[in-house]
């Protein structure tokens, strides 16, 4: 009781404080001012650090801008600047923040939802469906087990939550692989094209579409069954009648019949009890890639990646908390991410065990597969908005998305090297161990000799 009473004191201290100086300060700027001014910070702050400080390798753009929307949040800008913090960060600049990142993130999330390769993953079945099952399923039990270790103790579960969705959710947070950041680091490896980044994304698919399904089991509401049985109902009608459109339209009009379509679904999601990002989701997952070109599609999430997400990020760094103690916030996210790794890694080792894949090669999928940085904020997000999740555990599944994701190229990397210098050094071996052949123009030549050799004098 003592804690709690310190803990308040010093909360309303903090607010008092904040609120006063903000008070205190003249009215000389506008909110569309301050608007602008917070959008210029959220833009400028991780550019300049990812450009000053090269952080390519080790923390690309998109891990800094993930960082920097929690180094903006409450718990770390506000508790030092708390009159700054309250002066641009008010609740009307917050407000329009918060609708931005709606958008952006259904944008995005629907751009993954389109980029699925379900056909691909059929013909390659058992490969994807063994080696899918593992990466996921291993992972969520492990990052389950560590969620029991912690869903007794105060704090830690949300307040609308059943023990067994807590213990689901953060699990299931620990499986997450994000396919479109997934997408970005193998372009930037250069192996998206290649054989081996194919099956990659076929397995990080396959997975993706267990996520959500896991997600909605988690989001059900029987107290609104009705209302989500309706929705998904009227969803596969729509998808239906959606499909055998599309197929008549020019892709010009696709596009605008598609957004359409994704606003239509995460409304639909959201009235249904169930979210608008799982929306999002669905409303991609009925389309093909191919009716919106490959070109097209890559451009479109560069962009949303460029103007929109890092207000989302924003958005989700305005969402943490630090109110159990930043120690016990650091220990669980080390426990979820020792979870997270050794799962993952753990599982695809298993599949390349039982599928003889070549030495090393699991290795090399599983580092790939653990990324999680945004699917898996997202994911939590929505865990945190359903109040399945505390703002602490928030805050732990954020840190953990982050340093899983900051792992993955520089242990990728090395492995890679080591692969394309052993398939060199044996392409040699093959031309060195093979008869030299004669060129045409020899054999040619040869053969002319030979006619005028023989020929009768």
Known sequence: MGRFLRQRRVRVDYDARAATTADAMPPTISTTELFLLAMTIIFAAPYLVWRLARTEYWAPLVVVQIIAGIVLGPGLLGRAFPAFYA????????????????WAVMLFVWIAGIELDLKAAWRERRDVATTAALALGTPLAFGCAAALLIVGRPGWAGPAAAPWQFVLGVGMSCAVTALPILILFMEKLEILRQPIGQRILRYASLDDVAIWGVLALILLDWERVGRQATFLLAFALAAWALRRLM???????????????????????????LHF??????????????????????????????????????????????TLGGTSVLLVAALLLGASVAGKLAGVGIAGRLLGWRAGESLLVGWLLQTKALIMIVFSN???DKRIISAGSFTALLLMAVASTMLTVPMVAPRLRRR?????DADARARAASPPSVPASARSAAASSAARTDAPR
């Open 87 to 102: 002066r641009v960060f008010d609740p009307v600049v917050v407000q329009a923040l918060n609708g931005i990142a709606a």
């Open 420 to 424: 394309t210098d052993a398939d060199a």
């Open 382 to 384: 929505i865990l945190l």
């Open 247 to 273: 197929r008549r339209l020019p892709e010009r009009d696709r596009w605008f019949v598609g957004v359409i379509w994704l606003a239509l679904c995460g409304f639909g999601a959201d009235w249904s009890g």
């Open 277 to 322: 990002m799982v929306g999002a989701f669905l409303a991609g997952a009925v389309l093909d890639a191919e009716w919106f070109g490959q070109e097209a599609m890559d451009r479109l999430r560069q962009h949303v990646l460029l103007v929109l997400m890092p207000v989302f990020f924003l958005s989700t760094g305005l969402k943490t908390a630090w």
